[in-house]
Nanobody, 123 residues
Framework: QVQLVESGGGLVQAGGSLRLSCAASGRTFSTYRMGWFRQAPGKAREFVAAISWSGGSTFYADSVKGRFTISRGNAKNTVYLQMNSMKPEDTAVYYC????????????????WGQGTQVTVSS
């Protein structure tokens, strides 16, 4: 099984930046597609971004395109979410997830989940 631990959440002002990290371990982690999801108060968990094992294929929710960037570390055991030009509506608990390709934007396509990290954007 894959184990995931998120870090890097916190408080940031609107227009600012924050980088989330997901430390992963597991037998076949490097071959998994990785995704970031978020859940705001009173809302369902929603897709944010996903990346292939090689880092060569990424896609994003329309709400974050041009502002957020997902990437893998050189060792492929760490996944990042760089968040720029942040908005109050980005406030949510952010979750790292792992699934076998071709996992996409549905939570049901990911078998492994981290515990989440809180991101708060002040206006």
């Amino acid at each position: 099984q894959v184990q995931l631990v998120e870090s890097g959440g916190g408080l940031v002002q609107a227009g600012g930046s924050l980088r989330l990290s997901c430390a992963a371990s597991g037998r076949t982690f490097s071959t998994y597609r990785m995704g970031w999801f978020r859940q705001a108060p009173g809302k369902a968990r929603e897709f944010v971004a996903a990346i292939s094992w090689s880092g060569g294929s990424t896609f994003y929710a329309d709400s974050v395109k041009g502002r957020f960037t997902i990437s893998r570390g050189n060792a492929k055991n760490t996944v990042y979410l760089q968040m720029n030009s942040m908005k109050p509506e980005d406030t949510a608990v952010y979750y790292c997830a792992a699934g076998q390709p071709p996992s996409g934007s549905s939570i049901y396509e990911y078998a492994y989940w981290g515990q989440g990290t809180q991101v708060t954007v002040s206006s």
